[in-house]
T-cell receptor, first 109, second 116 residues
Framework: QKEVEQNSGPLSVPEGAIASLNCTYS??????FFWYRQYSGKSPELIMS????GDKEDGRFTAQLNKASQYVSLLIRDSQPSDSATYLC?????????FGTGTSLTVIP | DTGVSQDPRHKITKRGQNVTFRCDPI?????LYWYRQTLGQGPEFLTY????????KSRLLSDRFSAERPKGSFSTLEIQRTEQGDSAMYLC??????????????FGEGSRLTVL
C-alpha cells in the first residue's frame, strides 16, 4: 500500500468553477500535510500546508484535513487556465515527506 | 532568502559516465532532501541529511548513488556508471526541523539528467 494515494485524473473543469482534489494517506502518525503545484517540466511549488483538522484558506485555495478519515483535500475556487498543472499531495511523518503521484488538472477557458 | 538552488539544470551524459549534482539549500534550513522524479510519478525519496549527517537512504537506492553534505551547507549527489534508467529529474529540497516541528519543504528547480 502506498503511503499517499491520489486520483491521477485527468480532472477537467471550466474556467470559474471549483476544482476539488483529494488525497488519502496510510500512516496515522502523519503530522503535517502539503499541497504542491507542478507545471510540466518544472519542480514542485508549495501552495498550501495544513497541520490540524479542519479547513485552511489562502486566497482561492482551501485545504481540508480530516485525520480520523486520513483524508486531505484541496479546493480551488474560481479556477483559472493558469491553474492547469499537476497537484501533488505530500505528507510528513516526522522525518520523511511522502508524495502522491499527483492529479492532473486542466481548466478549460 | 535566495531559495534552493541546483546545478547543473540539465546534464546529458553517455552511459557509464559519472555525474555529480550540487544543491545549495535555504540558508537557515538544517534538513536537505534528494528526490528523483520520472514522468507521471511523484517525487521518489532518495536520501536526506540533518546538518552534515546522512540520516536515511532509500533501500531502493543503488550503491552507484552517493550523497554528501560535508559542512552541513551544500550537498552533492553523485551517480557512478550511469545507466539509461537513471534518466530523470533530480530534485533537491530543504526544510527546517526542530524537535517535533518539521517546517515546509521547498524545492529547487531540479537537475534533469539524460543518459544516452
Amino acid at each position: 500500500q502506498k503511503e499517499v494515494e491520489q486520483n491521477s485524473g485527468p480532472l477537467s473543469v471550466p474556467e470559474g468553477a471549483i476544482a476539488s482534489l483529494n488525497c488519502t494517506y496510510s500512516d496515522r502518525g502523519s503530522q503535517s500535510f502539503f499541497w504542491y503545484r507542478q507545471y510540466s517540466g518544472k519542480s514542485p511549488e508549495l501552495i498550501m500546508s495544513i497541520y490540524s483538522n479542519g479547513d485552511k484558506e489562502d486566497g482561492r485555495f482551501t485545504a481540508q484535513l480530516n485525520k480520523a478519515s486520513q483524508y486531505v483535500s484541496l479546493l480551488i475556487r474560481d479556477s483559472q487556465p493558469s491553474d492547469s498543472a499537476t497537484y501533488l499531495c505530500a505528507v510528513n511523518t516526522g522525518n520523511q515527506f511522502y508524495f502522491g503521484t499527483g492529479t492532473s488538472l486542466t481548466v478549460i477557458p | 532568502d535566495t531559495g534552493v538552488s541546483q546545478d547543473p539544470r540539465h546534464k546529458i551524459t553517455k552511459r557509464g559516465q559519472n555525474v555529480t549534482f550540487r544543491c545549495d539549500p535555504i540558508s537557515e534550513h538544517n534538513r536537505l532532501y534528494w528526490y528523483r522524479q520520472t514522468l507521471g510519478q511523484g517525487p521518489e525519496f532518495l536520501t536526506y541529511f540533518q546538518n552534515e549527517a546522512q540520516l536515511e537512504k532509500s533501500r531502493l537506492l543503488s550503491d552507484r548513488f552517493s550523497a554528501e553534505r560535508p559542512k552541513g551547507s551544500f550537498s552533492t549527489l553523485e551517480i557512478q556508471r550511469t545507466e539509461q534508467g537513471d534518466s530523470a529529474m533530480y530534485l533537491c529540497a530543504s526544510s527546517f526541523w526542530r524537535g517535533a516541528y518539521t517546517g515546509e519543504l521547498f524545492f529547487g528547480e531540479g537537475s534533469r539528467l539524460t543518459v544516452l
